[in-house]
């Protein structure tokens, strides 16, 4: 089916294919007869490795004869000479088939099958596989078959490392060589194996994985395993916070709904009519274990016993970076409460690969409640008009940025040097696509272990430019580069207090909202969302994102405006559906209804998950506009907007409108207009 | 150099290869035990191109049902022996149809569950070959079928996760080289169960993106081997499911679908200049369905059927 040039055939190939057609045709069907009538005289087996010779892929053959060997050792008496002949000759067999097709799966099986039933030359069998890579390095049958004698021959990971040395020693374009070194060694480095530490071992693996890139940069047999020793650099196993809203030494301010008397500009407000406040933990990778006895809270605020903490995550999960919990507070109990929390108080935050958070985190914030002077009127909110900019001193900022990691704890000093070795030898490789983006990565995971604010977010500029020059050299990943180069910015731009005011206003029209504006920056791709908790109203109108993958973070966020982007479809704005406060949406002149396509079907609750839906009234009113309009049911359903912008795209109508103001009855602003009551 | 797809031409060279004219030659005999996946692969490029009545319906389904062995299972042609594989050809040959009420889906689902291992993993059949193809084959069967939970999910989808590789990719089985083909039964099936948070999309993402061949636009499936338009399919749904596909060229994929194409005779190759058959012209047909070509019908990316398809099957209880 692969690999055969394209021509016409001429009439005596055709009668030769036709003749060698009669002549299988009849093998198949006496085989077939002797299959169904279970005959496993010597002549019947004959027939079918004639077959299998033939045609290594008639997978019934390899059924038959494992049923004659069955068959056959039933009616002899288990003489070993006996038994190891018929083996023996499922072995030649499935040789010769392997000859044929070395990638017939039935025939690599059969081996297996025969194998397993006790009968091994086991040098033999690495004496054949060495055969086979010389004919092609690549062959995973192959390969997993050299797992498969491996395990049954307990051969050693550190033999086996030897090997793929061997091979790669050979020709380092061995990308399944590099792939079998790197299962082995990052099993005997999570041992810690003798002579495996990671802080030795892994500069090493780095000179070795050089050969592989600088001989060829365009080969990619190494680039995976260089992105995997990286990963394996940077990587601390043990989870660590690193954010939390509120954050350590912050102020903030909370009320009931309504209009503020001379809110302070200074601290952020949190207006709730249900009374609750949330607190966030981000965490710097998936943990679970997040609980009342994990995570223990000290305060004045009544009614804080036993709180639920929720992981923000997909519904089947149990882990997540980001966890939530909800503190009540009186809001006619005007007072300020100091509030200590303390993560890790006992045992029981573990990441999903294991490993326990340690040490017990503390910090301390403090909430002023205050009194609400009128009731909250419900005015359309704007983009544009009713901002202040705030002239955020840095002791503000700081209140309100989070934490950084705790570094100080983690042995960083060969991953520095490992990495500052890295940076130095792929500056040589600078005008090549690999050597940029190595570069790239290289520098943005420097710039990840810097504390020092002085010396934070050097590097930045010159990461930019080194995926500006990859949008150019390497066109056809141009989105690839575009969505790493957003990423880059906006840690950037989150990198020091000073860059972080320029997009920062307060919205009067909402007691002093915090207001970020990303708007008209080319964003393909959000990020950093660790570092903007705080932020309750977000501006990312005119810019490139087709999905609001990491947002649901923000569980501050009120209102958020993705106009003028190109999201397709309300499955990609799924992650909103964990943020509880939004009340005002504006995607309007976006792609929602223009493409066939749904990109982000799998990554929301699909519908095979929700078999309620039928169930509510919606769904039972109105089946067909639920279905048509699957997604933007589930979303707009577990949300309280308020106030929704959905013009200048493709589904927009009437149709969808209607059906916009069946699952949101508690709307009050369609496309700026006012509903009747 | 092709700027369109002939249609017409395809669809000619299926329903040809589906009537009795060419079952003769060699190359067709070898293929006899396979014919269950040639029948689906040919069924759904005729949906995909609104062309599903060109067929016989009650012959092709009176003949899928011949081949349902009394273990529930479906052999790969008449006389032949059970295996997923053919299993799930013949359901989605099924719901092409809308016949899926013709079947006994206890015992369909029953033959399915019955080959779940201890740990979650699933073989072909009796004999015992353990691949994650045969994972994505349970669950995307029993999900049609409306009867995942026959099997133990939770532990397939952990067997499943057991196969990821550390470039993000996914193998046949642990500590197997990531493949395209594999990496899209994987996401397939994390992405029908709801598990693609399993996924490192963006490690994945990149690995996929990278199967681009600079010159000429189209897909391998694992570095350094060449462009072929299987991969069309195998790393395009799997970069569409995990909200990756951007990160392709997609105008420079469809070049390179359309130069395979064979202009006079009908029939989708491996690569321009190459002989057709049956499976490049349905993954070469799929592939420019979810490169949104005009006038293809959407494809399902996780199922590999006409989205119409699988909503009929989902949205109904």
């Known amino acids: ?677 | 150099m092709a700027d369109k797809l002939v249609a017409d031409k395809h669809l000619r060279y299926i329903l040809n290869l589906m009537a009795e004219k060419k079952k003769e030659s060699f190359e067709s005999v070898v293929m006899d035990h396979l014919r269950m996946n040639g029948a689906y692969w040919g069924l759904t490029t005729l949906a995909l191109l609104d062309k599903l009545g060109s067929v016989s319906e009650d012959e092709v389904v009176s003949w899928v049902m011949t081949c349902q062995h009394e273990s529930g299972g479906f052999a790969g042609n008449t006389g032949h022996d059970p295996h997923v594989l053919y299993t799930l050809s013949a359901v989605q040959i099924l719901a092409l149809f809308d016949k899926l009420n013709i079947l006994d889906v206890e015992k369909v689902s029953n033959y399915i569950a019955g080959l779940q291992n201890e740990d979650g993993s699933f073989s072909g059949d009796i004999w015992g070959e353990v691949d994650t193809r045969f994972s994505y084959i349970a669950i995307c069967c029993l999900s049609i079928l409306k009867c995942l939970d026959k099997i133990n999910v939770k532990k397939a989808v952990d067997y499943i996760v057991s196969c990821k590789n550390l470039d993000g990719g996914f193998g046949c089985s642990p500590g197997a080289e990531s493949h395209a083909g594999q990496i899209f039964c994987c996401v397939g099936a994390l992405a029908i169960t709801g598990n693609l948070h399993r996924v490192d999309k963006d490690l994945l993402g990149w690995w996929l993106c990278e199967r681009q061949d600079y010159e000429s636009g189209g897909l391998n499936g694992r570095p350094e081997k060449l462009p072929d338009v299987c991969y069309s399919w195998w790393v395009l749904s799997s970069l569409i499911m995990i909200d990756r596909v951007h990160w392709i060229e997609k105008a420079k994929l469809v070049k390179f679908i359309l130069d395979s194409q064979d202009m006079d005779n009908g029939g989708i190759s491996d690569r321009p200049s190459y002989t057709v058959d049956i499976f490049h012209t349905y993954f070469g047909v799929a592939g420019l369905s979810l490169l949104e070509y005009p006038g293809v019908k959407t494809i399902d990316p996780a199922y590999a059927l006409p989205v119409h398809v699988i909503n009929r099957i989902l949205f109904t209880k």
Request: a negative charge; aromatic letters at 10%.
């Open chain 1, 1 to 677: 089916m692969h690999g055969r040039p394209r021509k016409a055939s001429k009439p005596e190939e055709e009668a030769a294919s036709a003749a060698k057609a009669v002549k299988l045709r009849s093998l198949q069907s006496q085989f077939m007869k002797n299959h169904h009538d279970k005959i496993y005289t010597e002549e019947a087996i004959e027939l079918s490795t004639k077959l299998l010779e033939i045609n290594p892929e008639a997978y019934t053959a390899w059924n038959y004869r494992k049923l004659a060997v069955e068959d056959c050792l039933s009616r002899i008496d288990s003489d070993p000479n006996l038994v190891n002949s018929i083996f023996d000759e499922e072995l030649r067999v499935v040789e010769s088939a392997l000859r044929q097709n070395f990638k017939s799966y039935g025939a690599w099986h059969h081996r297996k099958w025969v194998l397993s039933k006790g009968h091994s030359s086991i040098a033999h069998e690495l004496k054949l596989l060495d055969k086979f890579q010389r004919l092609d390095s690549r062959n995973f049958h192959a390969w997993n078959y050299r797992r498969f004698v491996v395990e049954l021959t307990k051969r050693s990971e550190q033999d086996e490392l030897q090997y793929t040395d061997d091979m790669i020693n050979n020709n380092f374009s061995n990308y399944s060589a590099w792939h079998n070194r790197s299962v082995l060694l990052s099993s005997l480095l999570a041992q810690n194996a003798d002579g495996f530490m990671p802080n030795e071992r892994i500069p090493d693996e780095y000179d070795l994985v050089h050969s592989a890139i600088f001989t060829d940069p365009d080969d990619q047999s190494g680039w995976f395993y260089h992105l995997w020793l990286l990963d394996q650099t940077l990587n601390v196993e043990t989870p660590l916070l690193t954010s939390s809203w509120p954050s350590h030494g912050s102020t903030i301010i909370l009320s009931g709904a309504g209009c503020l008397n001379g809110s302070s500009s200074k601290f952020t407000t949190f207006c709730s009519e249900s009374g609750s406040f949330p607190l966030i933990l981000y965490f710097d990778q998936a943990v679970g274990g997040v609980s009342s006895s994990t995570v223990t809270i000290d305060s004045e605020l009544k009614g804080n016993e036993d709180l639920v903490w929720e992981p923000i995550s997909y519904k089947n999960s149990q882990v997540s970076c980001v966890w939530v919990t909800h503190l009540k507070y009186v809001s006619t109990d005007l007072c300020e409460y100091k509030v200590k929390i303390r993560v890790g108080n006992s045992p029981g935050i573990v990441s999903s690969r294991g490993h326990n958070f340690r040490a017990p985190y503390e910090f301390v914030f403090t909430a002023h409640v205050h009194d609400t002077v009128k009731d909250s009127q419900e005015g359309i909110v704007s983009w544009t008009d009713g901002f202040d900019i705030w002239d955020a001193k840095s002791k503000d900022l700081n209140s309100l940025i989070t934490l950084d990691q705790l570094q100080a704890e983690i042995d960083f000093k060969w991953r520095q040097e490992a990495i500052d070795s890295e940076v130095e030898c792929f500056g040589i490789l600078s005008d090549s696509k690999i050597g940029k983006l190595t570069l790239a990565r290289l520098l943005m995971a420097r710039e990840a272990m810097v504390s020092d604010d002085a010396v934070k977010g050097v590097r930045y500029e010159e990461i930019l430019q080194l995926y500006n020059d990859l949008m150019a050299l390497d066109s056809s990943h141009y989105q690839y580069y575009k969505d790493e180069h957003s990423v880059a910015f906006l840690h950037k731009m989150t990198s020091s207090s000073e860059s972080l005011s320029r997009h920062l206003f307060r919205y009067r029209g909402m007691n002093n909202l915090v207001c970020l504006r990303l708007n008209n920056l080319s964003l393909s791709r959000i990020a950093s969302v660790e570092k903007l908790l705080f932020v309750q109203m977000l501006d990312l109108s005119h810019n490139e994102l087709h999905s609001t993958e990491g947002l649901e973070a923000m569980q501050l966020l009120s209102c958020l405006n993705l106009s003028h982007n190109r999201i397709r479809s309300f499955s990609a704005l799924d992650s909103l559906r964990h943020v509880k406060q939004l009340k005002v949406l504006d995607v309007s002149h976006n792609h929602i209804g223009k493409h066939s396509v749904d990109t982000t079907r799998y990554l929301c609750s699909s519908p095979l998950s929700n078999s309620e839906w039928s169930q509510d009234d919606v769904g039972r009113q109105n089946p067909g506009l639920v279905t048509k309009y699957w997604d933007a049911y589930f979303v707009l359903r577990d949300l309280n907007l308020k106030q929704l912008d959905i013009a200048g795209n493709e589904i927009s109508g009437n149709e969808f409108s209607s059906f916009v103001l069946q699952v949101v009855p508690k709307l009050v602003w369609l496309d700026g207009q006012k509903l009747g009551n």
